[in-house]
T-cell receptor, first 115, second 114 residues
Framework: GAGVSQSPRYKVAKRGQDVALRCDPI?????LFWYQQALGQGPEFLTY????????KSGLPSDRFFAERPEGSVSTLKIQRTQQEDSAVYLCASSLLEGPNQPQHFGDGTRLSIL | AQKITQTQPGMFVQEKEAVTLDCTYD???????LFWYKQPSSGEMIFLIY??????QNATEGRYSLNFQKARKSANLVISASQLGDSAMYFCAMREVTGNQFYFGTGTSLTVIP
């Protein structure tokens, strides 16, 4: 597809369950980012990949959060033992190259609700 | 300290009028990029405009222009000839050369009135 694709669009899980969120970046994009967006707030950085290498995971809120991009294209964000405070929209973004002048192109997000 | 500050939680503008959305930023880097994104109610973040810290000219993209005042560390978005479809949340963001992440502000909700 032409844009960043995220699935599922909506996810409801019970507290304590594990969830996996998928991101298909734009083909050929080197950089991939995950963000968490709480209601009424701006996106907050979670983690960053350059190709398959996870170069920055400083934004992951706890060791329950894990992200991977094994072949340098599709990425998965996994949340283990979910808690209610994990409820948010999770946005994935990609950019063609690396650098502060590169705009990020975002997917539609996955809206995660933890009951 | 907040990296990006957007002080206008909500703004209203009459259709066909111009509107300015404020953004100030905080960085000690000499090289950085400033971005504006639009987020409609559908949730997708749409890239609007980019300004580099070394760019001497203000960026323009169609009806969008960025009023960049480096000494004041401000990067205001100007939307000319507002349209009903411009109603959305608008986020200012920055990426520093020394870091990997984008820093986003809390956003401004723009409503265009017919």
């Amino acid at each position: 597809g032409a844009g960043v694709s995220q699935s599922p669009r909506y996810k409801v899980a019970k507290r304590g369950q594990d969830v996996a969120l998928r991101c298909d970046p734009i083909s050929g994009h080197v950089s991939l980012f995950w963000y968490q967006q709480a209601l009424g707030q701006g996106p907050e950085f979670l983690t960053y990949f350059q190709n398959e290498a996870q170069l920055d995971k400083s934004g992951l809120p706890s060791d329950r959060f894990f992200a991977e991009r094994p072949e340098g294209s599709v990425s998965t964000l996994k949340i283990q033992r979910t808690q209610q405070e994990d409820s948010a929209v999770y946005l994935c973004a990609s950019s063609l190259l690396e650098g502060p002048n590169q705009p990020q192109h975002f997917g539609d997000g996955t809206r995660l609700s933890i009951l | 300290a907040q990296k990006i500050t957007q002080t206008q939680p909500g703004m209203f503008v009459q259709e066909k009028e111009a509107v300015t959305l404020d953004c100030t930023y905080d960085t000690s880097d000499q090289s950085y990029g400033l971005f504006w994104y639009k987020q409609p109610s559908s949730g997708e973040m749409i890239f609007l405009i980019y300004q580099g810290s070394y760019d001497e000219q203000n960026a323009t993209e169609g009806r969008y222009s960025l009023n960049f005042q480096k000494a004041r560390k401000s990067a205001n978005l100007v939307i000319s000839a507002s349209q009903l479809g411009d109603s959305a949340m608008y986020f200012c963001a920055m990426r520093e050369v020394t870091g990997n992440q984008f820093y986003f502000g809390t956003g401004t909700s723009l409503t265009v009135i017919p």
